[in-house]
């Protein structure tokens, strides 16, 4: 690849769109995808998305049939959080340091050799659970690896103007990847069986390194002092965030609605106890796709969000309305009422990353943005993980519903007291 390539020429300015105007104004704003760079880097993620949600089902059903455990799960679940940590935020100073493309090839196509190996113990029939949770582990660290780059790419390769709407792009089809995916590895278990679903994610992971490999280069901008990417500067990443307290608010917020708020943990027993006469499966089922499902729903009416300015009121106002509607769900006795609180939250939770993420793209520089990214994965993989905790013990202290309608109440309480004692968020505007 030709690195004579600008890619500040990537970001210049599209030409002028119209004003859209009734439906039009709410429908998904696609100027992002007017952008080649951008469009490979997006349309990459449409395969990937599905296909990594096949190895995600695959691998703890892989587990269960092994050992006929859920424990097991659990702790194959753990195993890969550590690596992902450790290596999100490494690769975000490794992302600030070297051609971000570069750092994608090398990681994208290491996931790929994860999946292909993923595919040859299952095919195999090895049938160990330390070989599996192994290559998790290291499946996780590529991935820690690449999210930072991927993500602190896109501020490259579109407008400041156009954040929100690539955001909101690149958001839905992941949330859609996670409600295809799960339901398509459901019905084609018992068809091709198990083996060939890392099969075809790792199929799926070649279509993203070739459009990854078609991406402009992504060196550090010129005048960027040439660093190694170690302790010194994760740490000065941390420093970065602690001396611009609207990045530090905006990982605070999701850090408040994941752990205080987040009730996946409860869905199994309010399955089995509250929607027992909906019949446990589909109750189970519903309340695990209803959040993706509304993200989708909201991804698809974000044509607003490229016309907001006030970022961080949309941020708050998007983590209130999610702890409103967790509360809704948690009081709610119909599974259809809760379903349909949950799908709100899943709006909610669109616009709040949707925000959240142009907020890291524009108000760091490029050569912290890496960084960034590396914190912002390790927040949102390592939210949910603690509240599966928090929860799990409330629920088993207070009662599933008493637990998430009261973690619903202090998201609110706290990120307005939050908002009002801190100023700096709702004050942010681009």
Not at 91 to 104: H, N, V
Not at 171 to 196: D, F, K, N, R, Y
Not at 355 to 366: E, K, P, V, Y
């Amino acid at each position: 690849m030709d690195t004579s390539e600008s890619t500040k020429d990537e970001r210049d300015p599209a030409p002028e769109v119209p004003g859209r105007r009734g439906w039009r104004r709410w429908a998904m704003d696609t100027r992002p995808l007017r952008r080649p760079a951008y469009r490979r880097l997006w349309s990459s993620t449409i395969v990937t998305a599905v296909g990594s949600q096949l190895t995600a089902v695959a691998v703890p059903k892989q587990i269960y049939d092994i050992t006929g455990s859920s424990a097991w799960v659990g702790a194959a679940s753990m195993a890969g959080l550590v690596p992902l940590i450790v290596f999100a935020l490494w690769g975000g100073a490794i992302a600030d340091s070297m051609d971000r493309r570069k750092l994608l090839l090398i990681t994208n196509s290491g996931i790929a050799v994860t999946s292909l190996l993923f595919w040859l113990q299952a095919f195999t029939g090895l049938e160990s659970v330390t070989a599996l949770m192994l290559l998790l582990a290291v499946q996780q660290a590529f991935w820690g690896l690449n999210a930072p780059a991927r993500n602190a790419s896109i501020a490259r390769l579109v407008p400041e103007g156009e954040l929100p709407a690539a955001n909101a792009l690149g958001s839905t089809v992941m949330q859609t990847g996670q409600v295809a995916g799960p339901l398509l590895a459901g019905a084609l278990i018992p068809v091709i069986g198990l083996p060939e679903l890392y099969l075809i994610d790792a199929v799926a992971l070649c279509v993203t390194v070739w459009a990854v490999y078609r991406l402009p280069s992504l060196p550090p901008l010129a005048g960027t002092a040439v660093r190694r990417a170690g302790v010194k500067e994760i740490v000065a990443g941390f420093r970065y965030i602690s001396g611009h307290t609207v990045l530090l608010l905006s990982f605070l917020a999701d850090i408040i609605a994941m752990v205080l708020g987040m009730p996946r943990a409860l869905f199994p027993q309010l399955a089995a106890q509250t929607y027992a006469p909906y019949g446990e499966g589909l109750a189970l089922g519903l309340l695990f796709a209803a959040i993706p499902i509304g993200a989708v729903l909201g991804g698809l009416f974000s044509g607003t969000f490229s016309r907001a300015r006030r970022h961080g009121w949309m941020v708050i106002g998007a983590v209130v309305v999610w702890g409103v509607a967790i509360t809704g769900f948690g009081l709610s006795r119909s599974l259809w009422v809760g379903v349909a609180f949950l799908a709100v939250a899943g709006v909610a939770d669109m616009v709040s990353m949707v925000f959240r993420g142009a907020i890291l793209l524009s108000a760091a520089t490029d050569e912290m943005r890496g960084r960034m990214q590396g914190v912002f994965t390790v927040v949102v993989a390592g939210g949910p993980r603690l509240a599966d905790v928090l929860h799990g013990t409330a629920g088993s202290a207070f009662g599933p519903r008493t637990a998430v309608a009261g973690g619903g109440l202090l998201v609110v309480a706290v990120m307005l007291v939050l908002a009002a004692a801190v100023p700096a968020l709702r004050r942010y505007r681009v």
